[in-house]
């Protein structure tokens, strides 16, 4: 039982808390040693580069289906790559990953909220921003095309995968399209003054469509 704390490679006493950081700006994790190990990660204010989630990964694909895992969101979004690297192994994970949102988060990020093998948990006074990628593509006219139309097409699919039944397919095209979609914590009202379903009823909704799967 207790706490162990590592960085790294180097371990400490058991009273303290184990915590593997590559690079502390980006994100950090704490692992809790009891009968059944249990993981906090906290990704820091943006999604980065790969290469900075290696720690996470091996983490991942490590653990057991008897661990548990909670991620802590607090974030504005950022790459896309990384995102869906992360999302990938979130949900190849062998032990249960949950997503707790802890503040308002944004593009990448929240398609992360809902990439959980469970429903997240969702603190007060959040809400999650979704919108269209952005980028920049250099090279020849019909290769920018190509690149374009492709990513569009892989985005909306992600979009689609990951983020529905939470979002409508109406909300996923609008996005798509380029209109931000705000969803409020709670049942609250658009920039156009126009009622939007809030992150609470959504996933009381989501909770019941599971609950009918159960049953039958």
């Given at each position: 039982?207790?706490?162990?704390?590592?960085?790294?490679?180097?371990?400490?006493?058991?009273?303290?808390?184990?915590?593997?950081?590559d690079?502390?700006?980006?994100?950090?994790i704490?692992?809790?040693?009891?009968?059944?190990?249990?993981?906090?990660?906290?990704?820091?204010?943006?999604?980065?580069?790969?290469?900075?989630?290696?720690?996470?990964?091996?983490?991942?694909d490590?653990?057991?289906?008897?661990?548990?895992?909670?991620?802590?969101?607090?974030?504005?979004?950022?790459?896309?790559?990384?995102?869906?690297?992360?999302?990938?192994?979130?949900?190849?994970?062998?032990?249960?990953?949950?997503?707790?949102?802890?503040?308002?988060?944004?593009?990448?990020?929240?398609?992360?909220?809902?990439?959980?093998?469970?429903i997240?948990?969702?603190?007060?006074?959040?809400?999650?921003?979704?919108?269209?990628?952005?980028?920049?593509?250099?090279?020849?006219?019909?290769?920018?095309?190509?690149?374009?139309?492709?990513?569009?097409n892989?985005?909306?699919?992600?979009?689609r995968?990951?983020?529905?039944?939470?979002?409508?397919?109406?909300?996923?095209?609008?996005?798509?399209?380029?209109?931000?979609?705000?969803?409020?914590?709670?049942t609250?009202?658009?920039?156009?003054?126009?009622?939007?379903?809030?992150?609470?009823?959504r996933?009381?909704?989501?909770?019941?469509?599971?609950?009918?799967?159960?049953?039958?």
């Amino acid at each position: 039982g207790g706490f162990m704390t590592e960085r790294l490679i180097r371990v400490v006493t058991p009273d303290e808390v184990e915590q593997q950081v590559d690079d502390p700006n980006c994100f950090r994790i704490f692992k809790q040693t009891t009968t059944k190990n249990e993981y906090h990660i906290y990704l820091g204010e943006y999604i980065e580069e790969g290469s900075k989630y290696f720690t996470i990964f091996h983490e991942l694909d490590s653990v057991t289906a008897k661990d548990k895992v909670f991620f802590h969101l607090n974030n504005y979004g950022g790459d896309v790559s990384s995102g869906v690297q992360l999302l990938n192994k979130i949900k190849e994970c062998s032990a249960p990953v949950t997503i707790c949102v802890e503040a308002p988060v944004y593009s990448m990020a929240s398609v992360l909220a809902l990439a959980g093998h469970t429903i997240p948990l969702v603190s007060p006074h959040v809400f999650f921003m979704f919108h269209d990628y952005s980028g920049v593509e250099i090279g020849k006219g019909n290769e920018i095309h190509h690149s374009v139309v492709n990513f569009q097409n892989y985005f909306r699919t992600l979009l689609r995968t990951v983020c529905t039944p939470f979002l409508t397919k109406k909300e996923v095209a609008s996005i798509i399209k380029g209109i931000d979609l705000y969803v409020p914590y709670t049942t609250g009202l658009d920039k156009d003054g126009n009622e939007i379903k809030g992150i609470c009823e959504r996933l009381d909704e989501i909770k019941k469509l599971k609950k009918k799967k159960r049953v039958k």
